[in-house]
């Protein structure tokens, strides 16, 4: 599910390799892992540390190289 309506947001919106991409609500990885896959400069946000500690486990097990400083975990404080 997840895999095909990225497909189907990035046909639509016409997004293309040279964008840049911002994920807020990054959580586990659902979505995140389908776009670095395809190659997509993505930085994501999560609220929870849990979830993004899940989110490298599952890269990892994804086989993917994630830039650690490229994803964010940040207390909701931040955003007021």
Avoid at 51 to 62: G, H, I, P, Q, V
Avoid at 68 to 74: D, G, V, Y
Wanted: aromatic residues 12%.
């Amino acid at each position: 599910y997840a895999k095909n309506l990225v497909k189907h947001i990035w046909d639509f919106g016409q997004i293309n390799l040279n964008h840049k991409i911002l994920e807020v609500g990054s959580g586990e990885g659902r979505f995140s892992l389908h776009i670095l896959e395809t190659g997509y400069d993505l930085t994501g946000v999560d609220l929870s540390q849990r979830l993004m500690k899940r989110f490298f486990k599952n890269a990892e097990r994804s086989g993917l190289q994630i830039e650690q400083n490229k994803f964010f975990c940040m207390p909701i404080e931040n955003f007021l």
